[in-house]
Protein backbone atom coordinates (compact mmCIF):
# COMPACT_ATOMS: atom_id res chain seq x y z
CA UNK A 1 0.00 0.00 0.00
CA UNK A 2 0.96 3.30 -0.50
CA UNK A 3 0.98 5.93 2.09
CA UNK A 4 -1.76 8.76 2.37
CA UNK A 5 -1.00 11.21 -0.81
CA UNK A 6 0.51 14.42 0.48
CA UNK A 7 -0.44 17.40 -0.83
CA UNK A 8 1.67 18.82 -3.65
CA UNK A 9 3.58 22.02 -2.41
CA UNK A 10 3.15 25.18 -5.38
CA UNK A 11 5.94 25.42 -7.69
CA UNK A 12 8.08 27.81 -7.32
CA UNK A 13 7.93 30.83 -9.08
CA UNK A 14 10.54 33.74 -10.12
CA UNK A 15 9.49 37.14 -7.58
CA UNK A 16 8.29 39.90 -9.12
CA UNK A 17 7.82 41.94 -6.14
CA UNK A 18 9.41 45.63 -5.41
CA UNK A 19 11.76 44.14 -2.65
CA UNK A 20 13.13 40.74 -3.65
CA UNK A 21 16.77 41.28 -4.87
CA UNK A 22 16.10 38.65 -7.35
CA UNK A 23 15.70 35.28 -5.80
CA UNK A 24 12.77 32.90 -6.40
CA UNK A 25 10.06 33.04 -3.91
CA UNK A 26 7.90 30.15 -2.78
CA UNK A 27 4.62 30.82 -4.75
CA UNK A 28 2.36 29.68 -1.68
CA UNK A 29 4.14 32.13 0.35
CA UNK A 30 3.86 34.91 -2.21
CA UNK A 31 0.15 34.54 -2.06
CA UNK A 32 -1.01 34.10 0.99
CA UNK A 33 1.28 37.65 1.89
CA UNK A 34 -0.30 39.44 -0.86
CA UNK A 35 -3.84 38.08 0.23
CA UNK A 36 -6.46 40.07 -1.94
CA UNK A 37 -4.22 43.18 -1.88
CA UNK A 38 -4.33 43.32 -5.26
CA UNK A 39 -8.79 43.90 -4.65
CA UNK A 40 -8.15 46.65 -2.66
CA UNK A 41 -5.39 48.36 -3.92
CA UNK A 42 -7.65 49.22 -7.31
CA UNK A 43 -9.31 52.16 -5.38
CA UNK A 44 -5.36 53.36 -4.59
CA UNK A 45 -4.10 53.19 -7.91
CA UNK A 46 -4.53 56.16 -9.10
CA UNK A 47 -3.58 57.99 -6.04
CA UNK A 48 -0.17 56.26 -6.26
CA UNK A 49 0.15 57.20 -8.92
CA UNK A 50 -0.44 61.25 -7.96
CA UNK A 51 1.40 60.41 -5.16
CA UNK A 52 4.43 59.66 -6.93
CA UNK A 53 3.69 62.56 -9.00
CA UNK A 54 4.27 64.73 -5.63
CA UNK A 55 7.29 62.49 -4.56
CA UNK A 56 9.65 63.53 -7.43
CA UNK A 57 8.80 67.13 -7.01
CA UNK A 58 10.60 66.42 -3.91
CA UNK A 59 13.40 64.66 -5.28
CA UNK A 60 13.79 67.45 -7.74
CA UNK A 61 13.68 69.85 -5.50
CA UNK A 62 16.04 67.75 -3.16
CA UNK A 63 18.97 67.69 -6.39
CA UNK A 64 18.21 63.58 -5.92
CA UNK A 65 17.42 63.15 -9.72
CA UNK A 66 18.15 65.16 -12.37
CA UNK A 67 16.09 67.72 -14.61
CA UNK A 68 16.09 65.39 -17.31
CA UNK A 69 15.19 62.52 -15.66
CA UNK A 70 12.66 64.59 -13.95
CA UNK A 71 11.02 65.38 -16.91
CA UNK A 72 10.42 61.87 -18.13
CA UNK A 73 8.96 60.75 -14.83
CA UNK A 74 6.85 63.29 -14.90
CA UNK A 75 5.57 62.68 -18.44
CA UNK A 76 5.70 58.89 -18.23
CA UNK A 77 2.92 59.11 -14.88
CA UNK A 78 0.45 61.49 -16.01
CA UNK A 79 0.31 59.31 -18.95
CA UNK A 80 -0.16 56.60 -16.03
CA UNK A 81 -2.62 58.45 -14.45
CA UNK A 82 -4.66 59.19 -18.06
CA UNK A 83 -4.03 54.73 -18.16
CA UNK A 84 -5.56 54.21 -14.76
CA UNK A 85 -8.53 56.60 -15.80
CA UNK A 86 -8.93 55.09 -19.13
CA UNK A 87 -8.49 51.06 -17.43
CA UNK A 88 -5.57 50.55 -19.83
CA UNK A 89 -2.95 50.44 -16.37
CA UNK A 90 -4.73 48.24 -13.84
CA UNK A 91 -3.25 45.32 -11.32
CA UNK A 92 -2.52 42.33 -12.68
CA UNK A 93 -1.42 38.93 -11.17
CA UNK A 94 2.02 39.73 -12.20
CA UNK A 95 2.02 42.53 -9.66
CA UNK A 96 2.13 42.28 -6.09
CA UNK A 97 0.16 45.77 -5.32
CA UNK A 98 -0.91 49.49 -6.87
CA UNK A 99 2.96 50.29 -6.37
CA UNK A 100 4.38 47.13 -8.84
CA UNK A 101 2.02 47.68 -11.22
CA UNK A 102 2.83 51.51 -11.35
CA UNK A 103 6.31 51.10 -11.20
CA UNK A 104 6.59 48.39 -14.27
CA UNK A 105 4.58 49.99 -16.03
CA UNK A 106 6.49 52.98 -16.03
CA UNK A 107 9.89 51.78 -16.28
CA UNK A 108 9.07 49.71 -19.61
CA UNK A 109 7.94 53.16 -20.95
CA UNK A 110 11.35 55.44 -19.72
CA UNK A 111 13.33 53.13 -19.26
CA UNK A 112 16.12 53.64 -16.61
CA UNK A 113 14.96 56.55 -14.86
CA UNK A 114 11.62 55.13 -13.92
CA UNK A 115 14.15 52.98 -11.43
CA UNK A 116 15.01 56.15 -9.91
CA UNK A 117 11.34 56.48 -8.82
CA UNK A 118 11.60 54.78 -5.84
CA UNK A 119 14.90 57.09 -4.37
CA UNK A 120 14.03 58.03 -0.61
CA UNK A 121 10.77 56.10 -0.59
CA UNK A 122 9.45 52.88 1.28
CA UNK A 123 6.14 50.91 0.44
CA UNK A 124 5.63 52.21 4.03
CA UNK A 125 5.15 55.90 3.78
CA UNK A 126 4.28 55.08 0.02
CA UNK A 127 0.98 53.26 0.80
CA UNK A 128 0.36 56.13 3.78
CA UNK A 129 0.45 58.58 1.28
CA UNK A 130 -1.83 56.67 -0.97
CA UNK A 131 -4.21 56.14 1.83
CA UNK A 132 -4.07 59.67 2.80
CA UNK A 133 -4.98 61.20 -0.97
CA UNK A 134 -7.73 58.53 -0.88
CA UNK A 135 -9.40 59.54 2.97
CA UNK A 136 -8.89 63.09 1.41
CA UNK A 137 -11.25 62.53 -1.50
CA UNK A 138 -13.56 60.25 0.43
CA UNK A 139 -13.76 62.72 3.54
CA UNK A 140 -14.63 65.83 0.88
CA UNK A 141 -17.60 63.40 -1.34
CA UNK A 142 -19.18 62.22 1.89
CA UNK A 143 -19.46 65.55 3.81
CA UNK A 144 -21.00 66.85 0.31
CA UNK A 145 -23.43 64.11 0.45
CA UNK A 146 -24.19 64.26 3.84
CA UNK A 147 -25.00 68.28 3.32
CA UNK A 148 -27.32 66.66 0.26
CA UNK A 149 -29.25 64.64 2.82
CA UNK A 150 -28.97 67.64 5.55
CA UNK A 151 -30.72 69.58 2.86
CA UNK A 152 -33.15 67.33 1.76
CA UNK A 153 -34.21 67.07 5.83
CA UNK A 154 -34.29 70.98 6.58
CA UNK A 155 -36.53 71.08 3.04
CA UNK A 156 -39.06 67.86 4.95
CA UNK A 157 -38.94 70.55 7.96
CA UNK A 158 -40.16 73.57 6.24
CA UNK A 159 -42.72 71.87 4.45
CA UNK A 160 -44.00 69.46 7.27
CA UNK A 161 -43.26 71.90 10.64
CA UNK A 162 -47.00 72.44 11.43
CA UNK A 163 -47.92 68.73 10.79
CA UNK A 164 -47.86 67.37 14.32
CA UNK A 165 -47.98 63.90 15.61
CA UNK A 166 -47.01 62.34 18.97
CA UNK A 167 -43.30 62.03 20.37
CA UNK A 168 -42.60 59.01 21.89
CA UNK A 169 -40.14 57.53 24.61
CA UNK A 170 -39.96 53.99 25.42
CA UNK A 171 -41.67 53.47 21.82
CA UNK A 172 -45.25 55.03 23.81
CA UNK A 173 -46.94 58.34 23.10
CA UNK A 174 -44.91 60.71 25.37
CA UNK A 175 -46.03 64.56 24.02
CA UNK A 176 -46.91 66.38 20.99
CA UNK A 177 -43.97 66.56 18.36
CA UNK A 178 -44.40 66.97 14.78
CA UNK A 179 -43.09 65.87 10.96
CA UNK A 180 -41.32 68.93 10.99
CA UNK A 181 -39.00 68.63 14.19
CA UNK A 182 -38.44 64.79 13.95
CA UNK A 183 -36.99 65.98 10.47
CA UNK A 184 -34.79 68.90 11.82
CA UNK A 185 -33.72 66.65 14.93
CA UNK A 186 -31.97 64.61 12.42
CA UNK A 187 -30.55 67.69 10.35
CA UNK A 188 -28.77 69.42 12.92
CA UNK A 189 -27.52 65.97 14.52
CA UNK A 190 -25.96 65.06 10.63
CA UNK A 191 -24.51 68.95 11.08
CA UNK A 192 -22.67 68.34 14.71
CA UNK A 193 -20.85 65.52 12.81
CA UNK A 194 -20.18 67.40 9.43
CA UNK A 195 -19.24 70.55 11.64
CA UNK A 196 -16.30 68.19 13.12
CA UNK A 197 -14.91 67.30 9.87
CA UNK A 198 -12.28 69.94 10.09
CA UNK A 199 -10.63 68.69 13.27
CA UNK A 200 -10.46 65.28 11.00
CA UNK A 201 -9.24 67.25 8.30
CA UNK A 202 -6.05 68.65 9.79
CA UNK A 203 -4.84 65.10 10.98
CA UNK A 204 -5.67 63.89 7.69
CA UNK A 205 -4.04 66.51 5.79
CA UNK A 206 -0.54 65.82 6.47
CA UNK A 207 2.27 64.59 4.02
CA UNK A 208 3.78 61.34 5.28
CA UNK A 209 6.62 61.10 2.25
CA UNK A 210 10.11 60.96 3.30
CA UNK A 211 9.40 58.71 6.55
CA UNK A 212 10.01 55.81 4.93
CA UNK A 213 9.69 52.71 6.59
CA UNK A 214 9.38 55.32 10.39
CA UNK A 215 13.09 55.97 10.26
CA UNK A 216 13.55 58.63 7.49
CA UNK A 217 16.38 57.80 5.28
CA UNK A 218 19.90 59.24 5.15
CA UNK A 219 19.35 61.77 2.13
CA UNK A 220 18.72 65.40 1.61
CA UNK A 221 14.94 65.16 1.14
CA UNK A 222 12.91 68.15 0.81
CA UNK A 223 9.94 66.83 2.11
CA UNK A 224 7.95 70.10 2.59
CA UNK A 225 8.38 70.45 -1.19
CA UNK A 226 6.63 67.08 -1.83
CA UNK A 227 4.28 67.93 0.63
CA UNK A 228 3.30 71.20 -1.31
CA UNK A 229 3.22 69.42 -4.75
CA UNK A 230 0.22 67.16 -2.82
CA UNK A 231 -1.49 69.86 -1.57
CA UNK A 232 -1.03 68.79 2.06
CA UNK A 233 -1.27 71.24 4.72
CA UNK A 234 1.99 70.18 6.28
CA UNK A 235 3.77 67.37 7.49
CA UNK A 236 3.72 64.59 9.88
CA UNK A 237 6.63 65.87 11.33
CA UNK A 238 8.31 63.01 13.44
CA UNK A 239 8.93 60.33 10.80
CA UNK A 240 8.03 57.55 13.33
CA UNK A 241 4.79 58.98 14.14
CA UNK A 242 3.74 57.80 10.72
CA UNK A 243 3.80 54.33 10.92
CA UNK A 244 3.07 54.26 14.51
CA UNK A 245 -0.21 56.09 13.98
CA UNK A 246 -1.34 53.36 10.94
CA UNK A 247 -4.75 52.82 12.08
CA UNK A 248 -5.43 55.45 13.76
CA UNK A 249 -6.76 57.90 11.09
CA UNK A 250 -8.38 54.71 9.86
CA UNK A 251 -10.33 54.63 12.91
CA UNK A 252 -10.72 58.15 13.30
CA UNK A 253 -12.38 58.35 9.75
CA UNK A 254 -14.69 55.40 10.22
CA UNK A 255 -15.77 56.67 13.34
CA UNK A 256 -17.19 59.90 11.81
CA UNK A 257 -19.00 57.94 9.54
CA UNK A 258 -20.32 55.59 11.95
CA UNK A 259 -21.19 58.70 13.87
CA UNK A 260 -23.12 60.09 10.39
CA UNK A 261 -24.48 56.42 10.00
CA UNK A 262 -25.92 56.12 12.97
CA UNK A 263 -27.81 59.55 12.25
CA UNK A 264 -28.75 57.69 8.88
CA UNK A 265 -30.05 53.92 10.97
CA UNK A 266 -32.22 55.94 13.60
CA UNK A 267 -33.90 57.83 10.44
CA UNK A 268 -34.54 54.61 8.67
CA UNK A 269 -35.61 52.70 11.87
CA UNK A 270 -38.20 55.70 12.43
CA UNK A 271 -39.36 55.61 9.07
CA UNK A 272 -40.04 51.73 9.08
CA UNK A 273 -41.89 52.34 11.96
CA UNK A 274 -43.42 55.17 11.36
CA UNK A 275 -44.75 53.63 8.05
CA UNK A 276 -46.32 50.42 9.23
CA UNK A 277 -50.28 50.43 9.36
CA UNK A 278 -49.79 50.36 13.60
CA UNK A 279 -48.62 53.63 13.42
CA UNK A 280 -49.56 55.08 10.33
CA UNK A 281 -47.61 58.51 10.79
CA UNK A 282 -45.95 58.31 7.32
CA UNK A 283 -46.51 56.58 3.68
CA UNK A 284 -43.71 55.47 1.84
CA UNK A 285 -45.15 55.49 -2.05
CA UNK A 286 -44.77 53.00 -3.76
CA UNK A 287 -41.51 53.97 -5.93
CA UNK A 288 -39.85 53.33 -2.33
CA UNK A 289 -41.05 50.15 -1.53
CA UNK A 290 -40.21 46.42 -2.64
CA UNK A 291 -42.97 43.92 -3.01
CA UNK A 292 -43.47 40.31 -1.54
CA UNK A 293 -42.51 37.04 -3.10
CA UNK A 294 -45.87 35.55 -1.62
CA UNK A 295 -47.64 38.28 0.04
CA UNK A 296 -49.24 40.65 -2.96
CA UNK A 297 -50.02 43.24 -0.50
CA UNK A 298 -47.03 44.09 0.89
CA UNK A 299 -45.29 47.40 0.62
CA UNK A 300 -41.76 46.72 2.31
CA UNK A 301 -38.98 49.12 3.45
CA UNK A 302 -36.17 47.39 2.48
CA UNK A 303 -34.73 51.00 1.84
CA UNK A 304 -34.48 52.11 4.97
CA UNK A 305 -33.48 48.42 6.60
CA UNK A 306 -30.69 48.05 4.22
CA UNK A 307 -29.41 50.94 5.45
CA UNK A 308 -29.65 50.22 9.13
CA UNK A 309 -28.05 47.07 8.50
CA UNK A 310 -25.20 48.59 6.35
CA UNK A 311 -24.55 50.91 9.34
CA UNK A 312 -24.06 47.60 11.78
CA UNK A 313 -21.72 46.64 9.39
CA UNK A 314 -20.14 49.89 9.31
CA UNK A 315 -19.33 49.23 13.16
CA UNK A 316 -18.04 46.55 12.82
CA UNK A 317 -15.72 47.61 9.87
CA UNK A 318 -14.27 50.03 12.79
CA UNK A 319 -13.65 47.32 15.06
CA UNK A 320 -11.67 45.63 12.60
CA UNK A 321 -9.40 48.31 12.31
CA UNK A 322 -9.21 48.75 16.57
CA UNK A 323 -8.83 45.23 16.60
CA UNK A 324 -5.81 44.94 14.22
CA UNK A 325 -4.09 48.32 15.16
CA UNK A 326 -4.23 47.50 18.97
CA UNK A 327 -1.54 45.88 21.30
CA UNK A 328 1.26 46.42 18.59
CA UNK A 329 4.49 47.49 18.89
CA UNK A 330 6.01 50.22 17.64
CA UNK A 331 7.13 50.60 14.03
CA UNK A 332 5.84 49.06 11.06
CA UNK A 333 4.00 45.49 10.86
CA UNK A 334 2.69 43.63 8.14
CA UNK A 335 -0.63 43.42 10.06
CA UNK A 336 -0.94 46.83 8.35
CA UNK A 337 -1.94 45.97 5.52
CA UNK A 338 -5.51 44.17 6.30
CA UNK A 339 -5.96 48.42 7.44
CA UNK A 340 -7.15 48.61 3.71
CA UNK A 341 -10.19 46.28 3.67
CA UNK A 342 -12.20 47.87 6.39
CA UNK A 343 -11.43 51.51 5.73
CA UNK A 344 -12.24 51.22 2.30
CA UNK A 345 -15.05 49.00 2.40
CA UNK A 346 -16.76 51.26 5.47
CA UNK A 347 -16.48 54.48 3.21
CA UNK A 348 -18.26 52.60 0.63
CA UNK A 349 -20.59 51.37 2.60
CA UNK A 350 -21.22 55.08 3.63
CA UNK A 351 -21.01 56.56 0.26
CA UNK A 352 -24.05 54.17 -1.27
CA UNK A 353 -26.44 55.34 1.73
CA UNK A 354 -26.28 59.35 1.73
CA UNK A 355 -27.15 60.41 -1.89
CA UNK A 356 -29.76 57.28 -1.77
CA UNK A 357 -31.80 58.97 1.42
CA UNK A 358 -31.38 62.58 -0.56
CA UNK A 359 -33.34 61.12 -2.86
CA UNK A 360 -36.28 59.28 -0.56
CA UNK A 361 -36.30 61.88 1.89
CA UNK A 362 -38.65 64.46 0.18
CA UNK A 363 -40.50 61.70 -1.38
CA UNK A 364 -42.06 60.34 2.12
CA UNK A 365 -45.64 61.21 2.74
CA UNK A 366 -46.71 62.66 6.28
CA UNK A 367 -50.42 60.98 7.45
CA UNK A 368 -51.23 64.41 8.59
CA UNK A 369 -54.78 63.34 9.44
CA UNK A 370 -53.63 60.36 11.21
CA UNK A 371 -50.71 62.09 13.47
CA UNK A 372 -53.79 64.59 15.26
CA UNK A 373 -55.57 61.52 15.86
CA UNK A 374 -52.86 59.97 17.51
CA UNK A 375 -52.56 63.16 19.76
CA UNK A 376 -55.56 61.79 21.46
CA UNK A 377 -55.81 60.70 25.19
CA UNK A 378 -51.75 60.43 27.33
CA UNK A 379 -50.02 62.19 24.79
CA UNK A 380 -51.76 65.62 25.99
CA UNK A 381 -51.55 64.70 29.50
CA UNK A 382 -49.09 66.90 29.99
CA UNK A 383 -50.48 69.96 28.52
CA UNK A 384 -54.00 69.42 31.21
CA UNK A 385 -51.02 69.68 33.58
CA UNK A 386 -49.18 72.52 32.28
CA UNK A 387 -52.33 74.66 32.01
CA UNK A 388 -53.09 73.95 35.61
CA UNK A 389 -49.77 75.15 36.80
CA UNK A 390 -50.65 78.38 34.41
CA UNK A 391 -53.31 78.77 37.17
CA UNK A 392 -51.67 78.75 40.39
CA UNK A 393 -51.32 75.41 41.12
CA UNK A 394 -48.17 73.73 42.14
CA UNK A 395 -46.69 71.51 39.41
CA UNK A 396 -46.38 68.24 41.59
CA UNK A 397 -50.41 68.92 43.09
CA UNK A 398 -50.98 69.04 39.11
CA UNK A 399 -49.30 66.16 37.87
CA UNK A 400 -51.12 63.74 40.68
CA UNK A 401 -54.69 65.25 39.94
CA UNK A 402 -53.97 64.78 36.22
CA UNK A 403 -52.71 61.03 36.65
CA UNK A 404 -55.19 59.88 39.15
CA UNK A 405 -58.33 61.57 36.84
CA UNK A 406 -56.45 59.46 33.79
CA UNK A 407 -56.64 55.79 35.88
CA UNK A 408 -60.23 56.79 36.63
CA UNK A 409 -60.60 57.08 32.70
CA UNK A 410 -61.43 60.88 32.57
CA UNK A 411 -60.39 62.65 29.21
CA UNK A 412 -59.13 65.55 28.53
CA UNK A 413 -60.59 68.51 25.84
CA UNK A 414 -57.44 68.75 24.12
CA UNK A 415 -55.90 72.07 22.95
CA UNK A 416 -56.09 72.66 18.88
CA UNK A 417 -53.13 72.31 17.02
CA UNK A 418 -53.24 75.88 16.35
CA UNK A 419 -53.06 76.19 20.51
CA UNK A 420 -50.51 72.55 20.84
CA UNK A 421 -47.99 75.01 18.29
CA UNK A 422 -48.01 78.35 20.09
CA UNK A 423 -47.52 77.05 23.42
CA UNK A 424 -44.22 75.39 22.54
CA UNK A 425 -42.70 78.59 21.31
CA UNK A 426 -39.50 78.15 23.28
CA UNK A 427 -36.32 77.66 21.21
CA UNK A 428 -36.25 75.03 18.88
CA UNK A 429 -39.44 73.40 20.45
CA UNK A 430 -42.24 72.44 17.67
CA UNK A 431 -43.94 75.51 17.61
CA UNK A 432 -40.06 77.54 17.09
CA UNK A 433 -37.85 75.07 15.15
CA UNK A 434 -35.38 77.88 14.00
CA UNK A 435 -34.71 76.55 11.13
CA UNK A 436 -32.69 79.46 9.68
CA UNK A 437 -29.92 78.61 12.47
CA UNK A 438 -29.84 75.11 10.81
CA UNK A 439 -29.65 76.75 7.45
CA UNK A 440 -26.86 78.78 8.21
CA UNK A 441 -24.74 76.09 10.00
CA UNK A 442 -25.79 74.07 6.77
CA UNK A 443 -23.79 77.28 4.25
CA UNK A 444 -20.93 77.35 6.74
CA UNK A 445 -20.01 74.06 6.18
CA UNK A 446 -20.85 73.95 2.32
CA UNK A 447 -18.21 77.11 2.05
CA UNK A 448 -15.24 74.93 3.62
CA UNK A 449 -16.41 71.75 1.82
CA UNK A 450 -16.41 73.85 -0.99
CA UNK A 451 -13.00 75.49 -0.40
CA UNK A 452 -11.37 72.63 0.20
CA UNK A 453 -12.59 70.75 -2.99
CA UNK A 454 -11.26 73.36 -4.57
CA UNK A 455 -7.59 73.73 -2.83
CA UNK A 456 -7.43 69.42 -3.19
CA UNK A 457 -8.52 69.07 -6.75
CA UNK A 458 -6.36 71.74 -8.14
CA UNK A 459 -3.53 70.01 -6.83
CA UNK A 460 -4.20 66.88 -8.24
CA UNK A 461 -4.76 68.50 -11.21
CA UNK A 462 -1.85 70.35 -11.23
CA UNK A 463 0.40 67.12 -10.82
CA UNK A 464 -1.73 65.38 -13.28
CA UNK A 465 -0.90 68.11 -16.27
CA UNK A 466 -4.67 68.84 -15.92
CA UNK A 467 -4.11 72.60 -14.54
CA UNK A 468 -1.63 75.19 -14.58
CA UNK A 469 1.74 74.19 -14.01
Not at 14 to 32: E, F, I, K, M, V
Not at 410 to 419: I, K, L, Q, V
Request: aromatic share 6%; glycine share 10%.
Amino acid sequence: MTGPSRRRRPAVQPSRTLWSPGSDLDAALLAYTVGDDREWDRHLLPWDVLGSLGHIEGLRASGLITQRDHLKLRAGLRAAFGAVRSGRLVIGPEHEDAHSAVELWLTRRVGAAGERLHTGRSRNDQVTCDLRLFMKDSLLALSVSSLGVVAALLLFAELHQDALWPGYTHTRRAMPSSAGLWAAAFAEGLLDTVEGLPELWARVDRSPLGSAAGYGVPLPLDRQAAARALGFAGLDHNVATVQNGRGKLEADVLFWCVQLGHELAKLSSDVILYSGEEFGLLRLPARLATGSSIMPHKRNPDLFELTRGRVAALESDLAAVLSIRSKLASGYHRDFQLLKEPLIRGVGRLDGMLPMLAVAIPQLEVNRAGGLAALSGGALATDEVMRRVETGVPFRRAYREVAVALTRGESFPGPSARAVMSRRRSAGSVGRLGLEKAWRRFDRARRWSERELGTFHAAMDRLAGRGRR
